[in-house]
Structures are given as C-alpha cells and as structure tokens.
C-alpha cells in the first residue's frame, strides 16, 4: 500500500505544480503532506487491516474520485480523531481540510434559483401595499428539500400558473375591479345557539354572556359562535370585545377568536382558524380588539379558557363578553395604500367612505321577504320562535286547552318566487324533546289551497341540537312549501309537533355597496411612469426605456383596447410579478448594488428591497463597508420577523408544527392556545438572539426564554400571568433554555403518541448539536422501539444497537441525544415517568386526567464522545463544551437558508473560519453579518 | 401589436387537432370505441407483504388483504417485481416509482420523466384535462415527473379539483383573462429574446422559456375548451370528518371515477403519501410512519393493517364501480388500466424489493396472481403499458424487455 503512494508522490514531485492548481490534488504537495497527516492521526484505526466503522481511509484516499465530506466534517467538528487519540495541530488538520475540499469534485448548484412561494406573497404584498396570505393557493415548492430556496427544484408550468392566478387574486384586492366595500360595524351580544350540553357553560349574564370553558366529549375544544355574522367580502375586521373576567383565581381567562364555518352544534370537528387570543386579566369591562382576515362564509366563534372553569356550570367564573363589534372591512387608509403606492402623483377621486351600522337578518326566509304559518300554536311557543334565530325557543302545537288535533303542519310562503333549495331544520333544544319531528313530507303549491303529493319524504334526528338539511330533489320557485309532520316523539301518546327552528336554503344575493376610487387619467405617458416605477422596484434595478417596452407594451395594449387606465396597469403588474426576472433569482441588475439589495431583502425580509436600498444601490454604495450597518438596520425592521419565522419553519421544521396532534388519552391538557404559542416562543427567542447579539451558546441552553401564562404552565413555571409573551428567567434548576428543551422542537420530534430516542435523538443529533450522519445502511433490521408496560424495555431495544459495529458507528451519535431529551414527553412536558395508554369504555368522553397509567421510570442517562452525562442538564453541558460545532451548524443551517444549496466544502472551510474560538465572542448577529457577507461575494 | 408568430401558431396548431376530432365525435353522440384511460397509484408505505400476497400461487383466497376484491376476474398481482438501484434509497424510491431514476437519495439526484407524462403526450390531447395528478396532503410532488425531471405538484384539495372539473366558469371573464394572459406570454417571450441578445445567463432563461411555453399550449388548450360546457355531475364528494385520512382516499377515488366517466382525462395518478403524525381508520388510531416499522411486531401489524385494509377497501369500491359503468364493448374498467402499488417492497425494514403490484382493469386477460422470477424490473411492465398504449418505444427506465405479462 505504501509502496504504491510512494510512486505517485514521486511523480507529483516531478511534475512540481504549484500549490491548488492542479487537475488531481492527490498527487500535490499538499496532497502528499495531507496524507501523511492522515497516515499520522488516522491510519490507527482506519486502514486495511484495522477498518473500524468500516472504513480504511488508506486505501479510499488514494482514490482518484471519492466522496470526501464525512471524512472532512468529522474532522472539522473535532469528532475524529477521537479525544482520547492523537490530535492533530492547527496547522495540520487546516492542511488535511483543504486538502479534502480541494479534492472534492461537487457538481455545482445551479447559478439561479426560483423564489419561493413565501416570497413571492410577501414581495407581491409589499408591492402592492396589502397584506394577504395566500402562500396555500401555490403548491409547497421545496419538493423533497428542508429549505424552500432549494436551487435543486426548478420552476414548473403548475408553479408559473398558480402564480398567474395568485398575482390575479393579490391584484384584484389591492385594485378592486367593482371598488371597495362599505364599512359596516355589527354590534352583538348573542350568540348562536348549540347543543343542550354545551348550553350549560354559557348563561345570561347582565348585558352579555359569561363563558366557562369546556372541551367537547370527544376533547375538541368547543366553540361559540357568534350570531349569524357573515362577512360579506373578504378582507380585514377588527373584532372589539368588550369583556372582563370573572373569578377570584390570578390568572388571566383567555378568550380565543375563531373563524370558522358553523356547520351545526353537535360535538363533531369543526375546522376552524385560531385569529387572536385575548388575556382577559381586567375585572371591570374593557375593550380587546382582534383584527382579523376574514374570508365570506366563516363565522366568528369564541372558545374561553382557564382551568379554573373546566365545566363549571355554577358560580360566576370565567369571561364575561358583554358585547362583540365587528367593524369592516377596515383599510389602513383612505384612499387605500394600494392606490397611493401604485398610482402615487397621479389624481385620484374617491367619496368618503364612512362607516355604517347595519345588522344581520336572522332567517333566509325573511331576508327574502318570506312569511311562515302553521297548523296551531300552544301560547308561548307561536310560530316566530322557529325565526328568532335560537333553538332554546321553539313553536309547538297546541296542547292546551285543547289538543290540537292533526295533521301538523308549518308552511313557508315564499312570496317573491325565490329559488329555494330545501329547508334546514333544527330541533329545540334543553327540554324534554317531547314533539320532535321524526318524518316529514314536503308538498308545494301555487297559492296554498291545493297541494300535490310530496316531493320528498324524509325522516329527521332527534335528540339532536344540530341543524338539518332538508334538500329537495330540485329548487323550486312555488310560493308555497308545505313541511308536514308525519311521525313526531310522543312522551305520553299525544300528538303533538315542535320545532327549534325551520328555514329555507336558498342563496342570498350579496347587495355588497362598493366605492370606486378612479384615476383620473387616461395618458399613456402616466401609465408609463406607473408600470416603470412598479417595474423597478420588482426588478430591483434601474430600467432602460428598451427593457420596459414589453411591460409598457402589453399595459399600452390592454389601454387601447379596453380605455381602462387601471385595468390596463393591472395586467402590465401582472406581467412584471410573473416574468423571470422576479421569479428568478438573481434578476437582471443594473449595477453589483441592486443585486446585493435584492439578495438582502429576499433573505431577510423575504421580499423586495426598501427605498433606502434602492437608492443606496441607484448610486452604488451597496459594498463591504456599508452591508453590515444595512443588515443592522434591516434585522431591526418588523420583516426581519418574517425571515426569523420562515427560517424556524425550515431549519427546525416548524412548518409541520401543528400536523400532528396529540392524543387525548396521554395528554389531555395539550390544546389550541399551545399550537399557537409553543412556535412563538422560539421564534421569539431566536429573535432575541439575533437582536441582542448573544452568543451561540444560547441556542443550546440559557436561564430564559419567551413565554406568557399558558407555556409557563405548561412548563410548571408559577407566577406568570396573561397570554402576552414575555420574557422569563429561569431558576437553575429549570430544564428548560436552548431550543433542545422548547416544546416546539420536542413536538416537532414526537409523533404524538410516544417520543422515539431514535427519531427525535437523530434529528436533535443532525440539526441542532450538528453532527454528520449518514443515511441508515440497506436491508437492516430496523428497530422501532415502543413504550410498553415496562419503561426498561425502551433502552433494552435501542441498547442492540450496541451490539452491532455497523449500527452502532451511527447510532452512537444518535441514541444518545434521543435518551438525553426522553425527559420530555411528545408534547415537550416534564416526566419522569412514562404514560401508558389505557383503553376506555365505551364511546371515548374526554376527560381531565385523560386515560393513562403510569409506567416505568425514564432513564435519561447517556454518553457522547466518551463523556457520560446522567439528564439532560449535563447533556447540554457536553454539547456546549464545543460552541465552535454549534456555531459552524448554524452557520451552515444559515448559509443554505440564504443560498439555496449546502455550501460546499471549501465554502465550509471559509465559514469554519468566521467562528472565534472564545465562545463569548462568538455571537449570532455577528454571525450572520459574516455569513451573508460572505454570501453577497459569491465566491 | 399583437401577432402570432409562427412557432405559436404551429403549436396551436398541434394542440387542436386532437380536440377537434374529439369534440366532432362527441358531438356524433357515440363514438364506436371507448377510448382508453390508465391510472396509477402509489401507497408509499406499502402493504404489509404476508398480508397482501396471495400464499398459495393464483389463489386470492389465501391473501388477506385481496381475499374480498370485487373484481379478482378482472386484476393480477406480481410479485417479485422491483427498480434496479435503490438499495439505500429508503423513502426517496418513492420519487422514482414511476420513472425508475435509480439512486433518488443521492444529493444531485435528478429524475425522468415518469412514465404517467410519457402516456399523456400521446392520450392528454383530447380531453379537457391533459392528466390530473392527485395526492393526500399539499406536498408539492406525488407521482408525475415532467421531461426536465421536475415533480409536476398534484392537487390535493378535492373541493377544489371537483370545481375545476364541474364548476361553473365565468365564461365571459375566463374568456378576457385568458386574452390577458396571452398577451402577457408573448410580453414575456418579447423579454426574454431580448435578454438573450444582451447575452444575459442562458441556464436562467433556459428553464423558464419552457414553462412559459407550455403555458402557452395550455392557455389555448383552455381557450379551445371554453366552448364546450363542462359535464354535469352530481356532488358525490364525503365529507365524514370522523376518519378524515379514510375520507381523503374515498374522495380521490370519487374524483378519479368521475373524471374517467366523463371523459375529462384519461392519464391520472394518485400519490397517496406518507402522512405526518397519527392517522385514524376504523379500527385503529396511530402515527401510519410509526406503525409502518413494526418490526414484526403482532400488535403493530394489526393496527398498520387496518390503515392498508382501509386504502384498500376503497380502492376494491372504485375497481368495483368503475365495472358497473357500462360502455360499449364492456364496461368503464374494461377500458381502464388500474395499476396500484408501492415503492416500498418491506416498509418495515425499508427494502424496495419484492413491490406490491396490481394492475386491474384494461381489457387484459388476467391471470390472477403472477409469480415472476425474482428482481424483475418493474419497468418491463411499465415498457408493456407504453406498448399496449400504442408508444412505440424500445426502452423506459432500466427495462430489459416487454414481458407480454398482459394479453388482451
């Protein structure tokens, strides 16, 4: 073996090439003092006769073509050689890098990459001067890649359409064909009704209402809704409660703000969007505004929480909600930021648009002009207690003085000749359910004398709060319906009939009043200037008269056929936010600036570049001088959030945060408030990292984080009150501080059910403490462990491992980290004991305490690089040992978030070297300075 | 200003050939020969094999899983097929189930064209919808691969797909929009021919000359379409919120029927995709990844089970009512080629030997259950399906040969 190296240094010799120049660095100087090097530190263990973990470096680095990146990023973390064996200096293992890196033929990523779905929302909304979230309308675009940017995924014809239609949906909202909606405030103090169980955590209370909290029984948190508010047009609401919470407990009540559609009020899931939580820590009423996209056809519905109401069905505990005003759809200004950014210096004519009150109507029939009437009535319950909107009154038959014999019957006139559809019934609910409809027939007429046989007979639910659907087999426009009751629930044999509530389906027309705003032009010089000023700031750069003519050209088209100004600026935008040049990055730039601006802005705001950037750029200052104070200035803006939330969705997965959900059996006390905050806390404290410039160490472990009352709880933290995150500082003996020990990261790495050391160790292992692996080897026996009865089974499984050289070269880099963190159940809560599900009678009733036993204790106990650690107190102890690994993870996380492709290893080499060697200087804004600058060079 | 250049003329012209002929049959009222649709499925996490093949050869009686099948006169299973090169390729050989690409684990790893789009080029001209591609969740890539190797991103929310198919369109609107949209293309291909004039990155404008070319062929495509009505059909879609995942894949089923029954496609896929975290099906409730490494345990194989029966009870109802449509010469599924499989042979222990394949349907004379030797291509049969549908090719992926495994 040696023999043969021999001669091929012999020729290196021979041939003398400079250093870094040559076709096959095997045979440099370099190449022959890098493999002494590795003769030195590394042939012990790794050649032909000794391969442990299989591998002989011997023979391998001699080899024209290998993959050299494990070997190099083993050797750069300080993995290998071991700490107990021979290290090499500085010098050396500097030499033994460059040489790998050298050496490593990397097919390069491509030059461009598209953007991704996120910031072409985000650039379109910044353009346009609107805010909306339409990022699900694209399909996720990062195909099988962490990061969105991944250069590896290019654009598609399914991509470029959902883009054409999204730049369809963003311009129409900025620039409403038909105008803006009237602003309507509804003011309410009702709810809808819901099922009799849930009745029961509400009540009357002085003006208002006062919620306890409940979960349904099958554990879905149960929600309010509020009236029969529809929005009429999509856009933003500010929802005003005026509320205060009852109750001598400290903590604050939560209320959350829900959009959703309210389908009926039986205990089934109902997909709803949390909008706001409200902290309700006022004993006297206050106003608490949420505002809110809303979508038409979603209602508004509350859920309030504290633990202290858990179905409290007596005592005044809980929120009062005296009032709810729903004022929109609001706009910032008027005339709307869209009109100004896009038609700025042009004049423009708008009426006022003052806000008025309106209310909603509590049937469809009497929004249609309808009238109802019916067999008889008992005193008490006529006829209009089927209209009011609540199932908690009800019409019912006349049963004193006198039975009102059958038939029973209720007909609806539907005096303009609408289409109906059907009708949609509910029972009454909270009584006895005596007269509930159990068949009906449905006859029509033209003038409600002679009626035909039934379209449709039908047999309906009782015992049940939700709303029926009666469709007829098809619309009709008769004007009369007749609903006859032919079977009802009889308690002592009468006859008799009730009903909470009957409606007609039908489709309402939307009289929706709208303001125009028109641009009082018509020259094609002006829609110039507005399709160049729009174009340049897309585009990032200065255009020349040249580039814009088809951007001009297709607008000035439009303009000439159709005469409308603002039609034909929208399909000019339309042209500029499809075009290559803003899908694909980089652009065309007019000058080395308005690239940089552009990177810069896309990295850390996910969007276009500022007026300050431009104009720095207009003139070329962009440099190496002036980007750092630039990044400074940009972190400090409100968007940097955005690079701060899109980084956490990629980098620690976030983004599949909430796709999973926890049982109900192991953790009953896992809820919405926590989906919403648990992501917020390490955004936020990433966020503070950055800001505050501390050092990397923090990602690891710190005495704080960010939490507000329902994650302190979670946590076992006292003394935190209100749902506003804040910072909180941790008494030593916490487990908590660092992203490792965050629910979120736990969450994201449980399935739900039961931690996997395995799953949860190897991704700790590979995204946060920043180790190599390499994908499992093939046709292996894989082990899955399970919690069962007995804890010690757990490790006895993932201990085999041990037993196997192959396994174990991996797995000894990853059982660990899982074990370290098997302290924190699946959704990130303290235990030292495992839960073992148990099974429940019946259909499944939620419940507090859930449906677990405890089982074995939880042996958090570990070795990594021949340290031992006994809980994850000294595990982090371990991993901050070696800031320069956590610090070089990052680096690299940062750089591929930024990029779009890993950096190579000679980029690693360059980052490896930003990294100081005294852990307090090694400092997270710092970093990422260094590391976009270093980006911005392109080398 | 506005010109037709003759290159998007010519492509105007070869899209509508194709639909001119179909239009002029359907308006005919019958057409003598029912044309032919094929589908493929994939179930990434794949069947539990002692369950789902057959223990005695030929015999459906002996396999779990398939012992109910509705149509068995008309469906076979393979066994021992499998794609060469994806030893160590674990979760990423489902990106190359239907392409063959070996080694999609590898970094730079790009894919084919998978063989869904090699069959549209030939079958997407006549229908509404060149091909639909479906999957559970919004992933972004399923089964089909275009020609430059990049995942085409199915759809996944069935409100939608169902409106795209039967939804009523603004036609005057549609008809401006579309308009707008040509003229916008051709201000694009006016930016980039200048671009590349001033000698502007040539990779860049590379890869979106293509897309908005096919953009174009789609806007007239589209275009032509406006003038014919969509099919009317009645909403059938489940919305059971109880066992949504089970809801999920009666839907994509419902949807596929439907969309083979009028005739609004005749290529689809449906990538049923390895879902996040816990799933619920009648019976059992469990992370379906987790359940899927069982590790031969008994009591996770009975709940794993139950998600597979669950995909395959559906997927028996759709074989089932694709047979009770009645077309000319037989009936729908006669004319539909069924293949249902997974990239996974052993999900357990992530081994892509031995996958589990089903082709129904399609006119063949079935044979039940076919044994072959072992590590057999699978894209001998693929080679077989481009053949039976009048491709002439001599090769696909890393096919040896056409097996003549499906005599009509």
């Not at chain 1, 500097?94 to 779905?117: F, G, H, K």
């Not at chain 1, 009702?190 to 919620?211: A, M, P, V």
Request: net charge positive; charged share 25%; proline share 5%.
């Amino acid at each position: 073996m040696m023999k043969k190296f021999l001669i091929i240094c012999t020729l290196t010799l021979m041939v003398s090439a400079p250093l870094f120049a040559e076709a096959n660095p095997s045979r440099s100087k370099l190449g022959e003092k890098a493999f002494q090097h590795f003769e030195n530190y590394c042939f012990d263990c790794h050649d032909g006769e000794t391969t442990k973990g299989d591998l002989d470096l011997a023979n391998l680095l001699q080899k024209d073509d290998f993959d050299g990146s494990l070997i190099f990023e083993h050797l750069i973390t300080s993995r290998m050689p071991p700490k107990n064996k021979k290290q090499p200096r500085a010098e050396e293992k500097r030499l033994m890098l460059s040489w790998l890196a050298q050496r490593q033929t990397e097919s390069a990523p491509n030059s461009y990459r598209r953007i991704s779905r996120h910031e072409f929302v985000h650039s379109v909304n910044d353009l346009l001067g609107v805010k909306l979230d339409l990022a699900g309308m694209i399909p996720e675009d990062r195909g099988t890649y962490n990061f969105d940017s991944d250069r590896r995924v290019q654009l598609t014809k399914e991509m470029l359409t959902s883009y054409f239609s999204v730049a369809d949906e963003m311009l129409e909202f900025a620039l409403p064909e038909k105008g803006f909606a009237q602003e309507r405030i509804l003011v309410t103090n009702r709810i809808k009704d819901s099922h009799k169980t849930y009745n029961i955590y509400t009540q009357k209370y002085k003006e208002g209402i006062l919620f306890s909290w409940t979960r349904a029984n099958n554990g879905n948190s149960y929600s309010f809704f509020y009236d029969n508010f529809d929005p009429p047009v999509r856009g933003w609401y500010d929802l005003t409660f005026d509320a205060m919470k009852l109750g001598s407990f400290k903590e604050d009540v939560s209320i959350q703000v829900f959009a959703g559609k309210y389908y009926y009020a039986d205990d089934r899931p109902q997909q709803q969007r949390l909008l706001g939580v409200i902290s309700l820590g006022n004993r006297d009423v206050k106003s608490h505004t949420v505002r809110a996209f809303l979508h038409p056809g979603e209602n508004v519905s509350v859920h309030c929480y504290s633990k202290y109401t858990f179905r409290k069905k007596t005592g005044e505990q809980g929120a009062y909600i005296k009032q709810l005003k729903v004022r929109g759809p609001v706009l910032d200004e008027w005339l709307p930021s869209s009109y100004r950014n896009i038609f700025d210096g042009l004049p423009m004519n708008a009426p006022p648009r003052v806000a008025r009150n309106t209310s909603v109507s509590l049937t469809k029939l009497k929004a249609i002009g309808g009238s109802i009437s019916v067999s008889s009535f008992q005193k008490g319950m006529e006829k209009e207690k089927m209209q009011d909107g609540s199932n908690r009154t009800f019409w019912h038959t006349r049963f004193k003085p006198t039975l009102a014999k059958p038939p029973h019957y209720v007909i609806l006139e539907n005096s303009k000749g609408k289409e109906i559809e059907g009708l949609s019934y509910a029972t009454w609910s909270g009584g006895n359910g005596n007269g509930q409809v159990k068949a009906y027939s449905i006859h029509l007429s033209d003038e409600g004398k002679s009626w035909g046989p039934p379209i449709l007979e039908g047999k309906l639910e009782i015992g049940l709060a939700n709303e029926q659907s009666i469709l007829f087999p098809k619309p009709t426009t008769k004007r009369f319906i007749k609903f006859l009751v032919t079977d009802a629930l009889s308690l002592d044999g009468k006859s008799l009939a009730s009903i909470g509530k009957l409606d007609v389906m039908t489709t309402l027309p939307r009289p929706v009043s709208t303001i125009e705003v028109s641009v009082a032009s018509s020259s094609p010089k002006d829609l110039k200037k507005v399709i160049k000023r729009f174009a340049q700031k897309a585009f990032s750069s200065n255009l020349s008269e040249e580039e814009l003519a088809p951007y001009y050209g297709v607008s000035l088209n439009s303009l000439k056929e159709q005469g409308d100004f603002v039609m034909a600026a929208k399909v000019g935008l339309k042209a500029i936010v499809c075009s290559h040049r803003f899908l694909m990055a980089p652009g065309e730039h007019a000058n080395r600036s308005y690239l940089m601006a552009a990177d810069l802005s896309r990295i850390l705001w996910l969007s276009i570049p500022d007026e300050e950037l431009l104009s720095l750029s207009k003139t070329e200052k962009l440099s190496a001088q002036t980007i750092p104070a630039q990044i400074e200035r940009m972190l400090k803006d409100e968007k940097s959030r955005r690079m701060i939330h899109s980084f956490c969705a990629q980098w620690l997965n976030l983004r599949s945060f909430n796709k999973v959900t926890p049982s109900l059996k192991l953790y009953p006390l896992y809820d919405d408030l926590m989906n919403h905050y648990l992501p917020l806390e390490t955004e936020d404290y990433l966020n503070h990292l950055i800001q505050e410039n501390l050092p990397v160490g923090h990602l690891i472990d710190s005495d704080f984080s960010f939490l507000n009352q329902r994650l302190a709880q979670h946590y076992g933290i006292e003394g935190v009150i209100g749902q506003q995150m804040r910072k909180v500082t941790f008494a030593p003996e916490v487990p908590r501080g660092g992203l490792l020990t965050m629910g979120s990261v736990l969450k994201v790495t449980a399935d739900g059910f039961d931690t996997s050391p395995i799953l949860r160790g190897a991704w700790v292992s590979k995204n946060i403490a920043g180790n190599t692996l390499s994908p499992p080897p093939e046709s292996v026996k894989a082990i899955e462990p399970e919690h069962g009865k007995e804890a010690a089974t757990i490790r006895e499984q993932i201990e085999q491992h041990k037993n196997n050289k192959v396994c174990y070269a991996c797995h000894k880099s990853i059982d660990p980290y899982g074990f370290a963190l098997e302290n924190f159940d699946a959704t990130g809560q303290w235990r030292s004991k495992y839960r073992v599900k148990k099974p429940h009678n019946g259909t499944f009733q939620f419940r507090l305490q859930g449906y677990h036993i405890l089982a074995g204790d939880v042996d958090a106990v570990g070795e990594i690089d021949k340290s031992k650690f006994e809980d994850v107190f000294g595990f982090k102890k371990i991993l901050l040992s070696d800031h320069k690994k956590v610090a070089y993870n990052f680096a690299k996380k940062f750089f591929e978030y930024a990029n779009g492709y890993q950096p190579n290893l000679k980029q690693r080499l360059h980052l490896h070297a930003m990294i100081s060697e005294n852990a307090q200087e090694c400092r997270m804004k710092d970093l990422i300075v260094k590391v976009l600058g270093y980006s911005l060079r392109g080398e | 200003m506005r010109t037709i250049s003759r290159k998007d003329f010519l492509k105007i012209g070869a899209a509508l050939p194709l639909a001119m002929k179909s239009l002029s049959l359907r308006a005919e009222g019958r057409r003598k020969q029912p044309p032919k649709r094929i589908i493929f499925i994939n179930s990434c996490l794949g069947f539990y094999e002692p369950y789902f093949f057959p223990k005695k050869q030929g015999d459906f009686s002996t396999s779990d899983y398939l012992k109910g099948m509705k149509t068995k006169g008309k469906m076979t299973v393979f066994q021992n097929l499998f794609h060469p090169g994806m030893d160590t390729s674990n979760h990423d050989s489902e990106k190359s189930f239907l392409t063959g690409t070996p080694s999609p684990e590898s970094p730079n790893f790009v894919n084919d064209i998978s063989l869904d789009q090699v069959l549209v080029r030939k079958m997407g001209g006549e229908t509404r919808f060149p091909f639909l591609n479906f999957s559970i969740y919004d992933r972004g890539w399923g089964c089909s691969w275009n020609d430059r190797g990049s995942a085409i991103p199915p759809m996944h929310d069935e409100e939608k797909i169902f409106g795209m198919l039967f939804g009523e369109e603004d036609l005057k609107a549609k008809k401006q929009q579309l308009k707008n949209d040509q003229e916008i293309l051709s201000c694009l291909h006016r930016d980039l021919a200048q671009l590349r004039k001033r000698g502007s990155e040539h990779g860049k404008l590379d890869s979106y000359q293509p897309v908005i070319a096919e953009l174009e062929l789609q806007l007239n495509h589209e275009k032509f379409w406006l003038n014919t009505s969509k099919p009317k059909v009645e909403k059938s879609l489940s919305d059971d919120q109880e066992f949504v995942f089970s809801t999920k894949i009666r839907n994509l089923f419902e949807l596929a029927k439907l969309a083979f029954r009028t005739d609004s496609t005749r290529v689809m896929t449906i990538s049923m995709d390895w879902i996040y975290g816990a799933i619920k099906v009648p019976g059992a409730t469990g992370g379906w990844h987790t359940l899927s490494h069982h590790g031969g345990r008994k009591d996770v194989i009975a709940k794993l089970s139950h998600i597979e029966i669950d995909t395959l009870k559906h997927f028996n109802q759709f074989l089932f009512e694709l047979d009770q449509i009645k077309e000319e010469g037989g009936t729908l599924l006669d004319h539909t080629t069924v293949m249902m499989g997974s990239n996974f042979g052993d999900s357990s222990n992530h081994t892509c030997n031995n996958l589990p394949m089903i082709v129904a349907g399609g006119g063949y004379r079935h044979q039940t259950h076919t044994v072959l030797e072992k590590q057999t291509p699978l894209c001998n049969l693929y080679l077989e399906l481009l053949h039976k549908h009048n491709i002439d090719v001599g090769s696909f992926g890393s096919s040896e040969e056409d097996m003549g495994l499906l005599n009509s």
